[in-house]
Protein backbone atom coordinates (compact mmCIF):
# COMPACT_ATOMS: atom_id res chain seq x y z
CA UNK A 1 0.00 0.00 0.00
CA UNK A 2 1.41 3.57 -1.02
CA UNK A 3 1.69 6.07 1.73
CA UNK A 4 -1.26 7.97 0.73
CA UNK A 5 -3.61 5.65 0.16
CA UNK A 6 -6.88 6.73 1.05
CA UNK A 7 -6.11 10.80 0.84
CA UNK A 8 -8.30 12.57 -1.79
CA UNK A 9 -6.64 15.32 -3.44
CA UNK A 10 -8.66 18.16 -5.44
CA UNK A 11 -6.12 19.73 -7.74
CA UNK A 12 -7.27 23.42 -9.10
CA UNK A 13 -4.26 23.95 -10.44
CA UNK A 14 -2.29 25.43 -13.64
CA UNK A 15 1.41 25.74 -15.61
CA UNK A 16 3.87 24.17 -13.13
CA UNK A 17 3.80 24.46 -9.17
CA UNK A 18 0.29 23.28 -8.49
CA UNK A 19 0.50 20.36 -10.88
CA UNK A 20 3.87 19.45 -9.19
CA UNK A 21 2.50 19.42 -5.96
CA UNK A 22 0.03 17.56 -6.57
CA UNK A 23 1.76 15.13 -8.61
CA UNK A 24 3.96 14.05 -5.99
CA UNK A 25 1.01 13.45 -3.83
CA UNK A 26 -0.59 10.94 -6.63
CA UNK A 27 2.84 9.39 -6.80
CA UNK A 28 3.07 8.33 -3.09
CA UNK A 29 -0.84 6.96 -3.17
CA UNK A 30 -3.55 9.94 -2.90
CA UNK A 31 -6.31 10.23 -5.23
CA UNK A 32 -5.64 13.35 -7.04
CA UNK A 33 -8.62 14.89 -8.95
CA UNK A 34 -7.53 17.15 -11.77
CA UNK A 35 -10.38 19.81 -11.79
CA UNK A 36 -10.07 22.05 -15.20
CA UNK A 37 -12.06 24.59 -16.68
CA UNK A 38 -14.08 23.28 -19.87
CA UNK A 39 -11.27 24.35 -22.02
CA UNK A 40 -9.12 22.84 -20.03
CA UNK A 41 -6.26 24.23 -18.17
CA UNK A 42 -3.50 26.36 -20.22
CA UNK A 43 -0.26 24.00 -19.99
CA UNK A 44 -2.34 21.25 -22.06
CA UNK A 45 -1.57 24.05 -24.85
CA UNK A 46 2.22 25.17 -23.68
CA UNK A 47 5.12 24.44 -25.64
CA UNK A 48 6.92 22.47 -25.79
CA UNK A 49 4.49 20.73 -28.38
CA UNK A 50 5.46 16.93 -29.87
CA UNK A 51 2.87 15.46 -32.47
CA UNK A 52 0.16 18.23 -30.63
CA UNK A 53 0.89 16.82 -26.94
CA UNK A 54 2.49 19.38 -24.59
CA UNK A 55 4.97 17.83 -23.49
CA UNK A 56 5.06 20.63 -20.38
CA UNK A 57 1.84 19.09 -19.54
CA UNK A 58 2.76 15.31 -19.75
CA UNK A 59 5.82 16.54 -16.97
CA UNK A 60 3.52 17.83 -14.15
CA UNK A 61 0.20 15.76 -14.94
CA UNK A 62 0.57 11.77 -14.40
CA UNK A 63 -1.37 9.54 -12.29
CA UNK A 64 -4.53 12.04 -12.10
CA UNK A 65 -7.85 11.59 -12.54
CA UNK A 66 -9.25 14.18 -14.74
CA UNK A 67 -13.01 16.23 -14.28
CA UNK A 68 -13.47 19.47 -16.09
CA UNK A 69 -16.41 21.39 -14.83
CA UNK A 70 -17.40 25.08 -15.63
CA UNK A 71 -17.27 26.71 -11.98
CA UNK A 72 -19.01 29.71 -12.84
CA UNK A 73 -22.11 27.56 -12.90
CA UNK A 74 -24.17 27.75 -9.90
CA UNK A 75 -24.35 23.58 -10.56
CA UNK A 76 -20.85 23.53 -11.08
CA UNK A 77 -19.83 24.94 -7.65
CA UNK A 78 -22.00 22.75 -6.07
CA UNK A 79 -20.15 19.70 -7.56
CA UNK A 80 -17.41 21.37 -6.13
CA UNK A 81 -19.10 21.76 -3.10
CA UNK A 82 -19.60 18.04 -3.37
CA UNK A 83 -16.54 16.72 -3.40
CA UNK A 84 -14.93 19.23 -0.51
CA UNK A 85 -17.30 17.34 1.65
CA UNK A 86 -15.03 13.99 1.38
CA UNK A 87 -11.78 15.82 0.39
CA UNK A 88 -7.97 15.78 2.89
CA UNK A 89 -6.57 18.50 0.94
CA UNK A 90 -7.42 21.23 -2.03
CA UNK A 91 -4.73 22.67 -4.33
CA UNK A 92 -4.48 25.81 -5.84
CA UNK A 93 -1.83 27.72 -7.66
CA UNK A 94 -4.84 30.50 -8.87
CA UNK A 95 -4.34 34.33 -8.19
CA UNK A 96 -5.00 34.99 -4.56
CA UNK A 97 -8.42 36.57 -5.40
CA UNK A 98 -9.69 33.73 -7.62
CA UNK A 99 -10.38 30.62 -5.25
CA UNK A 100 -12.86 33.24 -3.53
CA UNK A 101 -14.63 34.63 -6.86
CA UNK A 102 -15.25 30.84 -7.52
CA UNK A 103 -16.34 29.53 -4.50
CA UNK A 104 -13.40 27.46 -3.31
CA UNK A 105 -11.31 29.60 -0.53
CA UNK A 106 -10.72 28.43 2.57
CA UNK A 107 -13.45 29.75 4.54
CA UNK A 108 -16.25 28.49 2.25
CA UNK A 109 -14.84 24.75 1.80
CA UNK A 110 -13.77 24.62 5.67
CA UNK A 111 -17.09 25.70 6.52
CA UNK A 112 -18.21 22.86 4.59
CA UNK A 113 -15.39 20.36 5.84
CA UNK A 114 -13.45 20.97 8.37
CA UNK A 115 -11.20 18.55 8.04
CA UNK A 116 -9.85 19.93 4.47
CA UNK A 117 -6.84 21.81 4.33
CA UNK A 118 -6.12 24.19 1.19
CA UNK A 119 -2.31 24.55 -0.12
CA UNK A 120 -2.64 28.16 -2.10
CA UNK A 121 0.67 28.58 -4.04
CA UNK A 122 1.80 31.97 -5.50
CA UNK A 123 4.00 34.38 -6.58
CA UNK A 124 4.54 36.35 -2.89
CA UNK A 125 2.17 34.55 -1.17
CA UNK A 126 -1.69 35.61 0.29
CA UNK A 127 -0.39 38.80 2.09
CA UNK A 128 2.20 41.81 1.90
CA UNK A 129 2.02 44.42 -0.47
CA UNK A 130 2.93 42.28 -2.99
CA UNK A 131 0.14 39.84 -2.83
CA UNK A 132 -2.01 40.80 -5.68
CA UNK A 133 1.43 40.79 -7.94
CA UNK A 134 1.72 38.62 -11.04
CA UNK A 135 4.84 36.83 -11.14
CA UNK A 136 6.60 33.76 -13.33
CA UNK A 137 9.42 31.86 -12.65
CA UNK A 138 11.58 33.84 -14.07
CA UNK A 139 10.56 36.87 -12.00
CA UNK A 140 10.76 35.29 -8.98
CA UNK A 141 14.89 34.00 -10.12
CA UNK A 142 15.29 37.64 -10.57
CA UNK A 143 13.44 39.10 -7.02
CA UNK A 144 15.13 36.47 -5.25
CA UNK A 145 18.55 37.55 -6.15
CA UNK A 146 19.00 33.76 -7.52
CA UNK A 147 19.64 34.75 -11.44
CA UNK A 148 22.56 37.89 -9.65
CA UNK A 149 23.97 34.99 -7.86
CA UNK A 150 24.34 32.39 -11.23
CA UNK A 151 26.29 32.91 -14.02
CA UNK A 152 30.13 33.83 -14.40
CA UNK A 153 31.54 36.79 -12.52
CA UNK A 154 32.19 38.75 -15.46
CA UNK A 155 29.32 38.28 -17.29
CA UNK A 156 25.10 39.22 -16.67
CA UNK A 157 22.69 37.84 -13.85
CA UNK A 158 21.51 34.56 -15.20
CA UNK A 159 18.54 31.88 -15.13
CA UNK A 160 18.91 28.56 -14.02
CA UNK A 161 18.27 26.50 -17.18
CA UNK A 162 14.40 25.51 -16.06
CA UNK A 163 11.85 26.58 -13.66
CA UNK A 164 13.24 26.21 -10.45
CA UNK A 165 11.24 28.57 -8.78
CA UNK A 166 7.89 26.57 -9.68
CA UNK A 167 9.16 23.75 -8.96
CA UNK A 168 10.23 24.01 -5.56
CA UNK A 169 7.13 25.61 -4.74
CA UNK A 170 5.57 22.84 -5.65
CA UNK A 171 7.82 20.73 -4.19
CA UNK A 172 7.55 23.12 -0.45
CA UNK A 173 3.21 23.17 -0.80
CA UNK A 174 3.39 18.78 -0.98
CA UNK A 175 5.34 19.38 2.15
CA UNK A 176 2.95 21.61 3.42
CA UNK A 177 0.29 19.30 2.57
CA UNK A 178 1.85 16.85 4.85
CA UNK A 179 1.86 19.07 7.83
CA UNK A 180 -1.36 20.33 7.39
CA UNK A 181 -2.57 16.50 7.13
CA UNK A 182 -0.51 15.48 10.14
CA UNK A 183 -2.15 18.75 11.95
CA UNK A 184 -5.43 17.54 11.16
CA UNK A 185 -4.53 13.77 11.80
CA UNK A 186 -4.16 14.88 15.82
CA UNK A 187 -6.68 17.63 15.96
CA UNK A 188 -9.38 17.14 13.49
CA UNK A 189 -9.04 20.40 12.05
CA UNK A 190 -7.34 21.18 8.55
CA UNK A 191 -5.33 24.05 7.70
CA UNK A 192 -4.57 27.16 5.15
CA UNK A 193 -0.88 26.65 3.58
CA UNK A 194 0.25 29.62 2.20
CA UNK A 195 3.12 28.91 0.15
CA UNK A 196 5.17 31.95 -1.62
CA UNK A 197 7.20 31.21 -5.10
CA UNK A 198 9.59 34.01 -3.60
CA UNK A 199 9.80 32.47 0.03
CA UNK A 200 10.62 29.19 -1.43
CA UNK A 201 13.74 30.39 -3.24
CA UNK A 202 14.74 33.36 -0.30
CA UNK A 203 14.74 30.37 2.01
CA UNK A 204 17.45 28.31 -0.03
CA UNK A 205 20.08 30.85 0.05
CA UNK A 206 21.93 30.02 3.12
CA UNK A 207 24.72 31.91 4.60
CA UNK A 208 24.69 34.29 1.31
CA UNK A 209 22.00 36.56 3.57
CA UNK A 210 24.80 37.04 6.34
CA UNK A 211 27.39 37.26 4.11
CA UNK A 212 25.74 40.43 2.53
CA UNK A 213 24.30 41.33 5.68
CA UNK A 214 27.82 41.38 7.65
CA UNK A 215 30.24 41.77 5.11
CA UNK A 216 28.38 43.67 2.38
CA UNK A 217 29.18 41.27 -0.21
CA UNK A 218 26.42 41.40 -2.54
CA UNK A 219 28.81 39.91 -5.74
CA UNK A 220 28.63 36.26 -5.21
CA UNK A 221 28.46 34.95 -9.03
CA UNK A 222 31.66 32.23 -9.11
CA UNK A 223 30.77 30.38 -12.65
CA UNK A 224 31.88 27.27 -12.46
CA UNK A 225 34.31 26.97 -9.17
CA UNK A 226 33.33 27.80 -5.38
CA UNK A 227 35.55 29.85 -3.32
CA UNK A 228 34.25 27.62 -0.12
CA UNK A 229 34.45 23.77 -1.17
CA UNK A 230 37.27 24.72 -3.39
CA UNK A 231 35.79 23.29 -6.79
CA UNK A 232 35.94 23.75 -10.55
CA UNK A 233 35.28 22.11 -13.63
CA UNK A 234 38.20 21.08 -16.12
CA UNK A 235 38.37 20.79 -19.72
CA UNK A 236 38.36 16.97 -21.46
CA UNK A 237 37.97 15.89 -24.86
CA UNK A 238 34.55 16.16 -25.21
CA UNK A 239 33.04 18.32 -22.71
CA UNK A 240 34.04 19.09 -18.67
CA UNK A 241 34.62 17.32 -15.79
CA UNK A 242 33.94 18.77 -12.12
CA UNK A 243 36.29 18.64 -8.93
CA UNK A 244 35.19 18.91 -5.73
CA UNK A 245 37.08 20.29 -2.65
CA UNK A 246 40.27 19.69 -4.81
CA UNK A 247 42.26 22.38 -2.85
CA UNK A 248 41.07 21.36 0.44
CA UNK A 249 41.13 17.93 -0.11
CA UNK A 250 42.35 15.31 3.42
CA UNK A 251 46.12 14.32 3.09
CA UNK A 252 44.95 10.69 1.48
CA UNK A 253 43.00 12.36 -1.27
CA UNK A 254 45.42 15.03 -2.24
CA UNK A 255 47.97 12.28 -2.54
CA UNK A 256 45.73 10.03 -4.47
CA UNK A 257 45.24 13.00 -6.77
CA UNK A 258 48.70 14.12 -7.03
CA UNK A 259 49.01 10.60 -8.13
CA UNK A 260 46.68 10.14 -10.73
CA UNK A 261 47.59 12.92 -12.54
CA UNK A 262 51.46 12.18 -12.67
CA UNK A 263 52.41 14.88 -9.95
CA UNK A 264 53.61 12.41 -6.88
CA UNK A 265 56.11 14.65 -5.70
CA UNK A 266 53.76 16.89 -4.63
CA UNK A 267 52.15 15.11 -2.36
CA UNK A 268 55.34 14.88 0.18
CA UNK A 269 55.33 16.41 2.90
CA UNK A 270 58.13 18.90 1.67
CA UNK A 271 55.97 20.02 -1.84
CA UNK A 272 54.60 23.94 -1.77
CA UNK A 273 51.62 22.22 -2.45
CA UNK A 274 51.42 19.92 0.41
CA UNK A 275 49.68 21.83 2.68
CA UNK A 276 45.79 23.36 1.68
CA UNK A 277 47.75 26.77 1.89
CA UNK A 278 50.62 26.02 -0.21
CA UNK A 279 47.77 25.30 -2.88
CA UNK A 280 45.98 28.20 -2.58
CA UNK A 281 49.12 30.07 -3.22
CA UNK A 282 50.35 28.14 -6.07
CA UNK A 283 46.50 27.24 -7.17
CA UNK A 284 47.01 28.86 -11.06
CA UNK A 285 50.07 25.77 -11.35
CA UNK A 286 47.85 23.53 -9.61
CA UNK A 287 44.55 23.83 -12.03
CA UNK A 288 46.63 23.54 -15.09
CA UNK A 289 48.55 20.25 -13.82
CA UNK A 290 45.17 19.42 -13.41
CA UNK A 291 43.82 20.38 -16.74
CA UNK A 292 46.58 19.17 -18.49
CA UNK A 293 45.80 15.44 -17.12
CA UNK A 294 41.08 15.98 -17.39
CA UNK A 295 42.14 17.04 -21.62
CA UNK A 296 43.33 13.27 -22.38
CA UNK A 297 40.43 11.83 -20.88
CA UNK A 298 36.47 11.76 -22.18
CA UNK A 299 35.04 13.24 -19.25
CA UNK A 300 33.28 9.66 -18.42
CA UNK A 301 36.54 8.38 -18.31
CA UNK A 302 37.87 10.99 -15.94
CA UNK A 303 35.07 10.68 -14.09
CA UNK A 304 36.11 7.29 -13.67
CA UNK A 305 39.70 7.59 -12.91
CA UNK A 306 39.03 10.23 -10.25
CA UNK A 307 36.20 8.21 -8.38
CA UNK A 308 38.14 5.20 -8.41
CA UNK A 309 41.14 6.93 -6.34
CA UNK A 310 38.04 8.24 -4.12
CA UNK A 311 38.22 11.70 -5.53
CA UNK A 312 34.69 13.53 -5.39
CA UNK A 313 33.79 14.02 -9.03
CA UNK A 314 31.24 14.39 -12.20
CA UNK A 315 31.29 14.57 -15.83
CA UNK A 316 29.35 17.95 -16.52
CA UNK A 317 26.39 16.20 -18.36
CA UNK A 318 24.37 17.46 -21.04
CA UNK A 319 20.41 16.34 -20.93
CA UNK A 320 20.80 13.27 -23.66
CA UNK A 321 23.65 12.18 -21.47
CA UNK A 322 21.67 12.22 -18.36
CA UNK A 323 18.98 10.20 -19.93
CA UNK A 324 21.67 7.35 -20.29
CA UNK A 325 23.35 7.85 -17.34
CA UNK A 326 23.22 4.15 -15.14
CA UNK A 327 22.90 5.70 -11.75
CA UNK A 328 19.52 7.55 -12.86
CA UNK A 329 18.00 4.32 -14.76
CA UNK A 330 18.85 2.19 -11.34
CA UNK A 331 17.27 4.62 -9.51
CA UNK A 332 14.39 5.10 -11.78
CA UNK A 333 14.48 8.72 -12.28
CA UNK A 334 13.52 8.49 -15.92
CA UNK A 335 10.89 7.30 -16.54
CA UNK A 336 7.85 7.29 -19.27
CA UNK A 337 4.21 8.18 -19.78
CA UNK A 338 2.00 7.19 -22.86
CA UNK A 339 0.31 10.18 -24.59
CA UNK A 340 -2.25 10.69 -27.26
CA UNK A 341 -1.94 6.88 -28.65
CA UNK A 342 1.41 4.97 -28.86
CA UNK A 343 3.84 7.88 -27.81
CA UNK A 344 5.76 7.49 -25.12
CA UNK A 345 7.39 10.87 -23.72
CA UNK A 346 10.05 10.74 -21.06
CA UNK A 347 9.30 12.02 -17.83
CA UNK A 348 10.94 12.78 -14.53
CA UNK A 349 10.59 10.20 -11.70
CA UNK A 350 9.86 10.40 -8.10
CA UNK A 351 12.86 11.27 -5.98
CA UNK A 352 12.09 10.07 -2.42
CA UNK A 353 11.99 6.44 -1.87
CA UNK A 354 10.09 4.89 1.21
CA UNK A 355 11.08 1.40 2.14
CA UNK A 356 7.80 -1.13 1.33
CA UNK A 357 5.91 1.91 0.08
CA UNK A 358 5.88 1.69 -3.92
CA UNK A 359 5.59 4.50 -5.94
CA UNK A 360 2.42 4.37 -8.07
CA UNK A 361 2.93 3.01 -11.46
CA UNK A 362 2.91 6.16 -13.62
CA UNK A 363 -0.15 6.33 -15.30
CA UNK A 364 -1.10 9.11 -17.98
CA UNK A 365 -2.24 12.74 -17.53
CA UNK A 366 -5.88 12.36 -18.07
CA UNK A 367 -7.31 13.77 -21.29
CA UNK A 368 -9.48 17.01 -20.55
CA UNK A 369 -12.50 15.28 -17.91
CA UNK A 370 -11.25 12.09 -18.91
CA UNK A 371 -13.21 10.72 -15.13
CA UNK A 372 -15.52 13.40 -15.31
CA UNK A 373 -18.12 10.47 -15.63
CA UNK A 374 -16.65 8.32 -12.77
CA UNK A 375 -16.32 11.26 -10.36
CA UNK A 376 -20.09 11.69 -10.80
CA UNK A 377 -21.30 8.57 -10.32
CA UNK A 378 -18.80 8.57 -7.10
CA UNK A 379 -21.06 11.54 -6.08
CA UNK A 380 -24.50 9.88 -6.48
CA UNK A 381 -25.33 11.66 -9.74
CA UNK A 382 -27.46 9.33 -11.84
CA UNK A 383 -26.55 8.55 -15.43
CA UNK A 384 -29.33 10.82 -16.74
CA UNK A 385 -27.97 13.54 -14.75
CA UNK A 386 -24.44 13.43 -16.14
CA UNK A 387 -25.94 13.45 -19.35
CA UNK A 388 -27.52 16.27 -18.39
CA UNK A 389 -24.71 17.87 -16.74
CA UNK A 390 -22.72 16.77 -20.23
CA UNK A 391 -25.47 18.79 -22.24
CA UNK A 392 -26.19 21.92 -20.83
CA UNK A 393 -21.81 22.30 -20.82
CA UNK A 394 -21.35 21.82 -16.95
CA UNK A 395 -18.84 18.90 -17.05
CA UNK A 396 -17.02 17.74 -20.48
CA UNK A 397 -15.36 14.63 -21.34
CA UNK A 398 -12.87 13.03 -23.91
CA UNK A 399 -12.36 9.68 -24.39
CA UNK A 400 -8.62 9.19 -24.37
CA UNK A 401 -7.28 7.58 -27.59
CA UNK A 402 -6.24 4.05 -27.34
CA UNK A 403 -3.18 3.06 -27.17
CA UNK A 404 -1.08 0.45 -29.10
Given at each position: MSVLSGIKVLDLTHYIAGPYCSQILADYGADV?????LEGEIGRTSQPIHDDISLYFAAENRNKRGLSLDLKSQKGKEILHRLVETADVLVTNYGTKVPEKLGFNYEAISSINPKISMVHITGFGTTG????YGAYDGVIQSMSGLA????HPDGPPTYVGFFIADHLAGLQAALGAMFAIFHRERTGKGRFVDISMLDGLVSLLGFSVAEADLHGIINQRWGMSDRFQLSKAFPTKDGYVFLGSYLNAPKKKWI???ELIGKSEWGRRDSPFYTEEGRRENREVLDQAIADWTIQYNKEEAFQL??????????VNNLEELLKNPQMKYREMIQTVKMGGNLEVAVPGAAIKISESPINHFKSPPTLGEH???ILAELGFSELEIEDLKTNNIVRVEKKIAEF
Amino acid sequence: MSVLSGIKVLDLTHYIAGPYCSQILADYGADVIKIERLEGEIGRTSQPIHDDISLYFAAENRNKRGLSLDLKSQKGKEILHRLVETADVLVTNYGTKVPEKLGFNYEAISSINPKISMVHITGFGTTGPYRDYGAYDGVIQSMSGLAELTGHPDGPPTYVGFFIADHLAGLQAALGAMFAIFHRERTGKGRFVDISMLDGLVSLLGFSVAEADLHGIINQRWGMSDRFQLSKAFPTKDGYVFLGSYLNAPKKKWIALSELIGKSEWGRRDSPFYTEEGRRENREVLDQAIADWTIQYNKEEAFQLLQQRGIASSPVNNLEELLKNPQMKYREMIQTVKMGGNLEVAVPGAAIKISESPINHFKSPPTLGEHSEEILAELGFSELEIEDLKTNNIVRVEKKIAEF
